[in-house]
């Protein structure tokens, strides 16, 4: 009898793990892009020549499954035809691009697709601004143009260059800076590369209450 009862509670807990598997397996499961994740467009006025793969459009939201987002008042795009594979968008007016953890915000923007996933985004503001969420730690930035490569990670600003950790301040006529890394440099290498100005701010220092005075009543 009890072997039997040991066999009936085994027989049901793999059911119900069997019956749980989809739903843990969703649980666990974190969005991806993958060959068939398509590029989502939705705007008005749209201009969609099939014979040419280019598209125009406007106040557009563009959005690749969860991983990219994109919204301009103005958008053109090439390499269309029948795949987005390798296409070319160029943005204009209050563009904002959210990828790889990093919001952009600029007035013009070019993104670049290759293999169906965004390679290169060149931004160009009065500033163009950008921030990146890294961990527990946020950078905020501006320039007046900010080039991303997406293979390397990089992202350089030039042009009234400004970088901030919320700690220390980075200013340069070129600033590299790497989303994968944190690591923040002058683009040495660069021929309009000037010196780096840099500023640590100091840590807080910490609260020492103020000595109390004796009351001369119960001093000994």
């Given amino acids: ?32 892009l993958d060959r068939e994740t398509p590029l989502d467009v939705k705007g008005f006025n749209t201009d969609y020549d099939l014979n040419l793969g280019t598209l125009r459009t406007r106040d557009v ?3 690749q499954g969860t991983a990219l987002t994109i919204h301009a008042a103005r958008a053109s795009g090439r390499g269309l035809k029948g795949t987005y594979r390798d296409s070319t968008w ?3 007016d209050g563009v904002h691009i959210e990828l ?3 919001v952009l915000d600029a007035d013009t923007a070019t993104v670049v697709f290759a293999d169906e996933r965004v390679i290169t985004i060149r931004v160009q503001g009065k500033p ?6 890294q961990d527990s730690a ?9 080039a991303y490569d997406a ?10 260059t400004w970088l901030s950790d919320g700690r220390s301040e980075y200013r340069s006529s070129v600033l590299l800076y790497n989303v994968n890394t944190g690591k923040i ?21 910490p609260t020492i209450p103020t000595p109390r005075t004796p009351d001369r009543d119960t001093a000994q």
């Fill in 1 to 32: 009898m009890a072997r039997l009862l040991l066999e009936h509670r085994s027989g049901m807990l793999l059911a119900c793990l069997l019956f749980l598997q989809p739903v843990l397996a969703a649980k666990v499961q974190t969005p991806r």
């Fill in 61 to 63: 939201t563009i959005t």
């Fill in 90 to 92: 160029d943005l204009s």
């Fill in 100 to 102: 790889d953890n990093a």
């Fill in 128 to 133: 163009a601004r950008f921030s990146h969420q």
């Fill in 138 to 146: 946020r950078r905020d930035g501006r320039a007046t143009n900010i």
């Fill in 151 to 160: 293979r390397s990670g990089d992202l350089r600003l030039s042009g009234g």
């Fill in 185 to 205: 440099t002058n683009d040495a290498q660069a021929g309009d590369s000037g010196p780096a100005h840099i500023v640590i701010l100091p840590g807080k220092a």
